[in-house]
């Protein structure tokens, strides 16, 4: 497990410039206009700013970049950063650049001198988010755990205003933990371990055993897990920061902590990257964190379905039929089409038991969609115009790709199987339609929905904005977003 980066807000004072170690950053938008910090900056340096702004590489620079000076004559640091940025930026401008900025300087401790620039608390979440670090499983040589100084003139105020964007990034940070793991390390029993923890942050927290799930019918969930060493559980979450007799806004996620395929199995090629197959599960898991951090005033309930798919004498094979906990029937056709599985029996017990004012699952459900909309976009399908827009709305301001996909009849009909009620598979065209459309059978007419395929933004092999190479934490700022904008 990581820890976040630290951030202190001081008093913005001149003076600390010369003396602080570790980098140095000052702000100066385009068109080379110095502030108080600027201008300290090129009096101790004997005017290697001022030539730095007159420079072809300063002019050529845009909104977000950072110009390093390294070892700068006159100050202590190691390196005098410039962010280039405007003295109102918009939010995402100021979250790239602390982003930027933080990137660069690679783990090491930072003062950042805003003086009373906007966005500073945007400034810090783009810093805090791209510090993240998984050195959990490094005995050597990881980066130095710095820490983040901003130099404000109403720092009590900027610090306030950062808090909540702190408890976000804490969950940002949960959720990359948790995808980032390794299968050996995070089973389903040492997943279910960490969501109970957070029952410190006062959420209430309970874990359903393999004989509960059984007493509930959730059959097509178990059988997933069944050829596995590691118990199968569902975790739910409930988080009451609203109106007791509000109805909860219901959270679902696929969490497979490993998937071989099954007796479907996995070509080996790759398949170490199936440990992120209970991203989804991790999303909801840090969701529920940044909203118990930041006190939400809402009631959120988060469910996961915790299993590993696993081949075995005890696995589920090929043509098997099972019965969900809603009692319809399954033709297992392919054991690697698993996460659906999984989701549909939680899906119906979050309906059943929470009736819920809306429902939103995420998963790596398909290859499918990241065929469709490689790593940039999530896939996004709804049965609710309303609920889909709120949620596509707030994840544009969050800067976090979601691309809304079709549903239809014709895509339903391609589940039909001959001995059962529906088959698992559709075949392989809209692959990610037909996993959806496996879904939505299992949603009740009136519970708007939102299902969110996450196998192409969930983990990524080259860094992002915000995050090192590996699990991005994609999601969890849309939706604490949404919670806040729809049910706050
Ligand atoms: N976990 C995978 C989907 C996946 C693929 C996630 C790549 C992340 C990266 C899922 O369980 C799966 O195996 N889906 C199959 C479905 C098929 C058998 C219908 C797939 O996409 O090939
Ligand atoms: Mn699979
Ligand atoms: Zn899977």
Same mark, same amino acid.
């Given at each position: 497990m990581s820890s976040l980066i630290p951030v202190r807000f001081q008093e913005f004072d001149l003076d600390a410039m010369a003396q602080a170690e570790g980098r140095v950053a000052i702000i100066i938008p385009s068109d080379g206009k110095m502030n108080p910090a600027a201008r300290r900056a090129n009096r101790l340096t004997k005017g290697a700013v001022a030539r730095l702004v007159e420079s072809e590489k300063f002019g050529k620079s845009k909104t977000g970049d950072v110009i390093s000076m390294a070892w700068p004559a006159g100050m202590a640091a190691e390196a005098l950063d410039v962010v280039v940025l405007p003295r109102r930026p918009e939010a995402d401008e100021a979250r790239k650049a602390g982003a930027a900025l933080a990137k660069s300087a690679g783990g090491k401790d930072m003062l950042v001198m805003v003086g009373n620039q906007a966005h500073t608390e945007n400034l810090a979440l783009g810093m805090v988010l791209r510090s993240? =670090?998984?050195?959990?499983?490094?005995?050597? =040589?990881?980066?130095g755990s710095g820490s983040i100084t901003i130099g404000h003139s109403k720092p009590k105020e900027a610090e306030a205003e950062f808090a909540p964007l702190y408890a976000i990034a804490d969950g940002v940070r949960m959720t990359r933990d948790l995808t980032n793991e390794p299968a050996n390390v995070l089973t389903t029993t040492e997943f279910a371990d960490r969501l109970v923890e957070m029952q410190e942050l006062g959420l209430e927290v309970e874990v359903l055993e393999e004989d509960k799930l059984a007493e509930l019918g959730m059959r097509t969930l178990l059988s997933v897990g069944q050829g596995s060493a590691s118990p199968s559980k569902v975790v739910v979450m409930h988080w009451n920061?609203? =109106?007791?007799d509000d109805a909860p806004l219901a959270l679902v996620g696929?969490?497979?902590?490993? =998937?071989?395929?099954?007796?479907s199995l996995k070509p080996a090629g790759g398949m170490e990257d199936m440990t992120m197959d209970m991203g989804g599960a991790g999303v909801v898991a840090g969701t529920m964190r940044a909203l118990a951090k930041r006190k939400a005033k809402a009631n959120v309930v988060g469910l996961v379905g915790l299993v590993e798919n696993m081949p075995s004498g005890n696995a589920t094979r090929p043509g098997d039929v099972v019965k969900s906990m809603k009692g319809d029937t399954v033709e297992i056709i392919n054991t690697d089409a698993e996460g659906r599985l999984v989701l549909c029996d939680v899906m119906w017990y979050a309906q059943e038991r929470f009736n819920p004012v809306g429902m939103i699952d995420l998963a790596t459900l398909t290859g499918a969609i990241i065929i469709g909309l490689g790593h940039e976009n999530a896939g996004v399908f709804s049965n609710n115009d309303t609920f889909c827009d709120a949620f596509l709305k707030s994840a544009r301001a969050e800067d976090e790709g979601a691309w809304r996909m079709p549903l239809g009849d014709a895509y339903d009909k391609l589940l039909k199987s001959r001995i059962a009620d529906m088959k698992n598979v559709g075949g392989r065209p809209a692959g990610s339609i037909t996993a959806a459309q496996f879904l939505q059978r299992f949603v009740k007419e009136d519970t708007p929905w939102i299902h969110l395929d996450i196998a192409g933004v969930a983990s990524v092999s080259s860094e992002t904005s915000y995050a090192p190479k590996g699990a991005t934490g994609w999601g969890v700022r849309a939706l604490s977003r949404f919670v806040q904008d729809n049910f706050e």
């Open positions: 993240y =670090d998984f050195n959990a499983h490094k005995t050597k =040589d990881s980066e920061g609203g =109106d007791k696929k969490g497979v902590v490993f =998937d071989t395929g099954g007796i």
